[in-house]
């Protein structure tokens, strides 16, 4: 069973740095590539971040290029965001999520889902 498991969101002041985690069990992780997406409240699920299976491939979302960084220890089966400068407009909860192919290209047909943490930057 796989199981994707986030953790470190938490509330922070505008400006501020969080870094997430997830931990991935269940299934080949150095396979797959793993993503970062968020939902804002009354808004849709929006693609985050992504690194691809070897970590030599990444893509952002325009509106985090710059002050987000996404990672990926293979040896510990874990993928990171490191959110630098954070926003009030950053506020989401964020989701981790596994793609099978191993390229982690931006869409959100993602075969695996963690449960999200939320993340709150207050102004």
């Known amino acids: 069973q796989v199981q994707l498991v986030e953790s470190g969101g938490g509330l922070v002041e505008a400006g501020g740095s969080l870094r997430l985690s997830c931990a991935a069990s269940?299934?080949?992780?150095?396979?797959?590539?793993m993503g970062w997406f968020r939902q804002a409240p009354g808004k849709e699920r929006e693609f985050v971040a992504s690194?691809?299976?070897?970590?030599?491939?990444?893509h952002y979302a325009d509106s985090v290029k710059g002050r987000f960084t996404i990672s990926r220890d293979n040896t510990k089966n874990t993928v990171y965001l490191q959110m630098n400068s954070l926003k009030p407009e950053d506020t989401a909860v964020y989701y981790c999520?596994?793609?099978?192919?191993?390229?982690?290209?931006?869409?959100?047909?993602?075969?695996?889902w963690g449960q999200g943490t939320q993340v709150t930057v207050s102004s």
């Open positions: 269940g299934l080949t992780f150095s396979s797959y590539a």
């Open positions: 690194i691809s299976w070897s970590g030599g491939n990444t």
């Open positions: 999520a596994a793609d099978r192919t191993g390229w982690g290209t931006p869409r959100l047909d993602y075969d695996y």
